[in-house]
């Protein structure tokens, strides 16, 4: 494939006229452009497969699409369309690499991290409403209770679940999912082919490490407001427990507790725009940061 190109560069193209007599088909001369056309097409392949993993690695890990919800041969054909637009924009640069086999296998494996690493924050950012869910479920008494998640194909927390599902769909509600897009397109401008520092990359792990402490950070506000509600009826229940001390409190308490967390639930339900706010800030920040720190390596 390395060696053909060469061959079809000094060889082939020579060959082909630019000019001739009219036909029923047309003038030789447009044949000969949609041949060079299709031509610079083939002779482009290996640019287009490295495009195509970045934006697929990136795709099969991006909230919305990750998971089972959207099928694999969906994934693909939306990969190669976005790399078939990229390479047809011109925004590509030329492509340099080993010019052996092992060198471009190299290549590939090093965008497709890259993408992957891109992807990987803004999956780390959206899943913060898991951890969210499962402090609320413990407390409101749902921790023994898990659902199967299709998407992720893992048991999952209820309230993180249903949380989770409320913030992708404001995702696509408010156009956060073609911002993410968006910045995978142009990333071939601040990092081009071939530039990334995967190994040995400081800026990346502070970048990781910042996104964790948010994490919590956020983690802990969506679910402080009713962890301190439930808190408070703990306090009230020893208290009812001290003063009458033949009632039952795990028979009375669990109840109280689960409807108590449930109208919780439905009164903060307002607030997960903001939720949804904080989480698309911070995973975009994140993705924004991965890809400078990636660039400054490279």
Not at 9 to 33: H, Q, R
Not at 57 to 67: D, E, M, R, T, Y
Not at 135 to 140: A, E, P, R, S
Not at 259 to 275: N, Q
């Amino acid at each position: 494939m390395f060696a053909f190109k060469s061959v079809i560069l000094t060889s082939v193209l020579p060959m082909i006229p630019t000019t001739g007599f009219d036909s029923g088909l047309g003038s030789f001369s447009s044949l000969s452009a949609a041949f060079l056309e299709l031509l610079g097409f083939f002779l482009n392949i290996d640019v287009l497969l490295v495009v195509f993993v970045r934006i697929l690695a990136f795709i099969i890990i991006l909230p919305v699409l990750s998971g089972a919800n959207m099928n694999n041969m969906a994934k693909l054909t939306f990969s190669l369309l976005v790399s078939l637009l990229l390479v047809s924009s011109g925004n590509i640069a030329e492509v340099s690499y080993l010019n052996t086999p092992l060198g471009y296998a190299l290549l590939i494996l090093q965008e497709f991290f890259t993408g992957f690493i891109l992807g990987f924050m803004a999956f780390i950012a959206f899943n913060l409403v898991f951890f969210a869910g499962q402090l609320l479920d413990f407390q409101i008494g749902f921790s023994m209770v898990s659902v199967f998640d299709p998407i992720t194909q893992v048991q999952v927390p209820i309230i993180g679940n249903l949380y989770f599902m409320i913030i992708c769909a404001m995702l696509v509600q408010t156009g956060g999912f073609h911002k993410l897009l968006a910045v995978i397109f142009y990333s071939y401008e601040a990092l081009p082919i071939g530039k990334a520092e995967i190994l040995q990359n400081p800026a990346l792990m502070n970048d990781l490490l910042g996104l964790m402490t948010n994490f919590l950070i956020v983690a802990f506000q969506t679910a402080m407001p009713i962890l301190g509600a439930i808190l408070i009826v703990d306090v009230a229940m020893g208290l009812l427990v001290k003063a009458v001390p033949q009632m039952n409190v795990f028979v009375v308490g669990m109840p109280i507790k689960l409807l108590v967390g449930l109208l919780l639930l439905i009164l903060t339900a307002p607030i997960l725009s903001e939720t949804y706010n904080a989480v698309f800030e911070m995973a975009y920040s994140a993705v924004i940061a991965a890809l400078k720190g990636l660039a400054q390596s490279g």
